[in-house]
């Protein structure tokens, strides 16, 4: 890694939708899944290449889960200027929860950079 990872304001995250689906694999202790539908754009004049990502789950009853890891939905996605990259996943929680965290990755002149993913709710309607 070359020099300090910075905020990159050339890359853009956008969620674009949250789903309950009760109908999805949950463990007994975490029974709501949550579908969430992400966009990240490139609004730089250079390619990047997504390397990781990180998400901060924190429920309402205080437990904070910290996913990190390589690729993002088993991809590193390499994203031209002006292009964009969606995808969805899940998360399981026990109640309602706030999810935030940054996505990774690497400029084509090899700056490190991370990008934030704004804060979304996990909510059944009727917790709110």
């Given at each position: 890694?070359?020099?300090?990872?910075?905020?990159?304001?050339?890359?853009?995250?956008?969620?674009?939708?949250?789903?309950?689906?009760?109908?999805?694999?949950?463990?007994?202790?975490?029974?709501?899944?949550?579908?969430?539908?992400?966009?990240?754009?490139?609004?730089?004049?250079?390619?990047?290449?997504?390397?990781?990502?990180?998400?901060?789950?924190?429920?309402?009853?205080?437990?904070v889960t910290v996913v990190e890891g390589e690729?993002?939905?088993?991809?590193?996605?390499?994203?031209?200027?002006?292009?964009?990259?969606?995808?969805?996943?899940?998360?399981?929680?026990?109640?309602?929860?706030?999810?935030?965290?940054?996505?990774?990755?690497?400029?084509?002149?090899?700056?490190?950079?991370?990008?934030?993913?704004?804060?979304?709710?996990?909510?059944?309607?009727?917790?709110?």
């Open positions: 890694m070359s020099g300090a990872m910075q905020e990159y304001e050339g890359l853009r995250v956008k969620v674009d939708d949250v789903v309950y689906m009760p109908n999805l694999d949950a463990p007994a202790n975490k029974p709501h899944p949550f579908v969430y539908f992400i966009s990240i754009f490139n609004d730089s004049a250079v390619p990047v290449t997504l390397r990781g990502r990180k998400w901060v789950v924190r429920e309402l009853d205080g437990e690729g993002i939905v088993g991809q590193t996605p390499r994203i031209e200027p002006g292009g964009h990259f969606s995808y969805n996943s899940y998360h399981v929680v026990a109640g309602p929860a706030a999810v935030e965290g940054a996505f990774f990755g690497e400029t084509a002149t090899g700056d490190w950079i991370f990008t934030r993913i704004p804060e979304f709710r996990l909510e059944r309607p009727e917790w709110v």
